[in-house]
């Protein structure tokens, strides 16, 4: 396992972090498959865990919880809030009401006193930097977390938000965590620079891209992942956007072929080659699916492989551009553009 400095915290975190989305009620993962998930992952090496309160309704961070009772201090913990929990319209965002509130809550699921990294989940573009900002502080101030840092900004938010916190004399995002695989590789043109220029730890997320790049998803075969069963939209081949992902995939096995890698090392590998990224969030939802990830741990891609993926999905470049979760509300909301 490769060890990188988060950002300028000064906090030494493995390449390879463990996401927890599918413990619970996602990924139909129960409390034993999911400690010894996390057994096998701190003893390959991994020391962060990224979880969010939104996961199966705070099924995953009661189940991490459990997972990690009584060695906290020897992982890197972070969790996530904003999206919705429940149908009560303020029981969401960024404010300081709620942020303060949800707090307690995943520390409550949890089990412990403070968390290393708390996330803005996505960008709450009905309140302003300095209320969101003002209570990270307070909340860094008070114990309960160490550092704070954002999740799928866009740049220019990246950016605004760095602007406020020196503004109004507050604590700052020291983290971003964006989308980012060889199918998705649009933060390179905007997020990556931003979050360098500013000195941001990155945690990228979906690095296998759904299981596209998993290695089971080929030309001819049926499509059976996870993700499929509830998101069919984005496995439906008949869409030209998914025939180019397919596409590419059946290029990019050559590739890994020659290579002598699978598919899990060649798309590992080439996220977290890129400079600005510190560690690539996994996802497994079973014990043999963290030991095909953890094989890719020590994944260094050679200048020629690098270059044959570039000539696959050139730089900068989304094959699925409308799968984005960082576009501006007024694109997606005509009564944002309309008067």
Do not use: C
Not at 249 to 258: C, S
């Amino acid at each position: 396992m490769q060890y990188r400095t988060l950002g300028r915290t000064g906090v030494q975190v493995s390449s390879l972090a463990l996401g927890a989305m599918n413990f619970g009620e996602i990924g139909r993962t129960t409390q034993d498959e999911a400690t010894a998930i996390v057994d096998a992952a701190l003893e390959g090496g991994i020391n962060v865990i990224d979880t969010a309160d939104m996961y199966s309704g705070g099924e995953s961070e009661e189940m991490v919880g459990k997972a990690i009772a009584g060695r906290r201090d020897d992982i890197v913990l972070a969790t996530k809030a904003s999206m919705p929990m429940g149908d009560e319209r303020n029981h969401q965002g960024s404010s300081r009401r709620w942020l303060v509130t949800e707090l307690d809550n995943s520390l409550r699921r949890l089990g412990v006193d403070h968390v290393d990294l708390y996330q803005i989940h996505r960008w709450d573009p009905s309140t302003s930097d300095e209320e969101t900002l003002s209570a990270l502080t307070d909340l860094q101030r008070a114990g309960k977390i160490r550092y704070f840092g954002s999740s799928t900004f866009p740049a220019y938010r990246i950016v605004q938000a760095q602007w406020a916190a020196r503004e109004y004399h507050l604590s700052r995002y020291v983290t971003e965590q964006p989308s980012y695989s060889i199918l998705q590789r649009g933060i390179e043109t905007h997020v990556l620079p931003v979050t360098e220029e500013y000195g941001l730890g990155v945690l990228v997320w979906s690095p296998l891209a759904s299981g596209w790049l998993s290695g089971a998803i080929r030309e001819g075969r049926d499509i059976t992942t996870s993700r499929s069963t509830f998101m069919p939209e984005r496995f439906d081949t008949t869409l030209p956007s998914n025939r180019a992902r397919l596409d590419a995939v059946e290029r990019l096995a050559e590739v890994a072929d020659e290579a002598g890698l699978t598919m899990i090392q060649l798309a590992l590998g080439f996220v977290t080659a890129h400079p600005a990224v510190t560690s690539a969030l996994i996802g497994p939802r079973t014990l043999d699916h963290l030991h095909a990830q953890l094989a890719a741990a020590d994944t260094v891609l050679s200048a020629d492989v690098l270059d044959a993926i570039d000539a696959i999905v050139a730089p900068g470049t989304d094959l699925a551009a409308h799968e984005k979760y960082d576009t501006p509300p007024a694109l997606l909301d005509p009564s944002l553009r309309r008067r």
